[in-house]
């Protein structure tokens, strides 16, 4: 990749320190409690995915490390600082669940991946050369270099998918989270989304990303987080695509365990043995 690397990906407060922490954060909406007792610490250059069954948490557990979502209790922290006092928001790329991000946006493809430098623009300051490195790159790294004068609604869905990832790979964050951009995504578009993300893992970016369907971006993969019923299951090696795809399956009521336990971490194998470790 030809742009400058990202800034010091260790941060202010040491090498260290891990760009997500979860400290027994719990997430309630309209009263209902979604996340209970989460605790999950991301570390600097790690690749983390987050799988689970339809409604385990995943949306609302990313939701919450980006600051969209009040937690109700705990703490998380991002570089180190706690969330509420957490300013550095440059450093954080946030690519959506695709159904609520590019539709009708009549935009080229090089203005919407260009929105992705506004947090490191200087207020009022015009685009400058880095920041037009920056955004080429990042159309490079997606492989739509060719596309970018192109309306976005012009694309497939798949490649709407890599130009909301280039938008956040041209804002060079130390954290990318990515919330399921592989959903109903073919698997070229795949393979070109694995790829960015190991060109941004190679400059020590840390990635958190939401993933019904891992294909090609296994070998990736540091660790597995496994939320079920809105708590974690699994915190571990990364699983397979094959455990990967039953955890995906599986069912809340297939699933053992009450509403009112701590935190159990154990393996996914243990739903098939129908019972908790
Ligand atoms: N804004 C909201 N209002 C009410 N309930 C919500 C809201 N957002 C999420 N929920 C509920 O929270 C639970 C967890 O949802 P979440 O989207 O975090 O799950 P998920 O694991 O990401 O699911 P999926 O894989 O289907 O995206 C679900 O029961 C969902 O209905």
């Known amino acids: 990749m030809t742009s400058p690397a990202p800034s010091d990906a260790a941060g202010a ?3 260290g320190t891990p760009p997500v922490v979860l400290d027994q954060v719990s ?3 309209g009263g209902r409690p979604i996340l209970r007792d989460v605790d999950l610490t991301v570390r600097v250059g790690d690749m983390v995915t987050l799988l689970g069954p339809n409604g385990s948490g995943k949306s609302t557990l990313v939701r919450a490390v980006t600051g969209l979502l009040p937690h109700t209790r705990g703490t998380v922290r991002l570089f180190g600082t706690p969330i509420g006092d957490f300013a550095d928001w440059q450093r954080l790329g946030f690519v959506p669940q695709r159904s609520t991000a590019t539709g009708g946006v009549p935009a080229t493809v090089r203005e ?3 929105s992705g430098r506004v947090g490191r623009r200087r207020l009022l300051r015009p685009t400058g050369a880095a920041d037009r490195r920056a955004v080429e790159s990042a159309l490079e790294v997606v492989g ?3 596309r970018a004068s ?4 012009q694309l497939s869905g798949g490649q709407q ?8 790979l041209a804002g060079e964050p130390d954290l990318l989270v990515l919330d399921e951009p592989t959903a109903g995504v073919d698997l070229p ?3 070109a989304l694995a790829d960015a993300l190991a060109r941004l893992k190679e400059r020590g970016a840390t990635i958190l990303l939401v993933a019904h369907e891992i294909g090609p971006m296994m070998p990736l993969i540091d660790r597995s987080v496994v939320m079920r019923d809105g708590l974690v299951a699994y915190d571990g090696p990364p699983l397979t695509q094959e455990v990967a795809a039953h955890t995906h399956h599986a069912h809340e009521h297939d699933l053992p365990g009450g509403h009112d336990h701590a935190p159990h971490v154990a393996s996914p194998f243990d739903w098939e043995r129908g ?3």
């Open 13 to 15: 407060a040491g090498a």
């Open 27 to 29: 997430v309630s909406i």
């Open 112 to 114: 919407v991946v260009a």
């Open 144 to 146: 739509l270099a060719d």
């Open 150 to 153: 192109y309306g976005v609604s």
């Open 161 to 168: 998918q890599r130009v909301l990832i280039a938008r956040a």
């Open 189 to 191: 578009n795949q393979q």
């Open 275 to 277: 019972g908790r470790a």
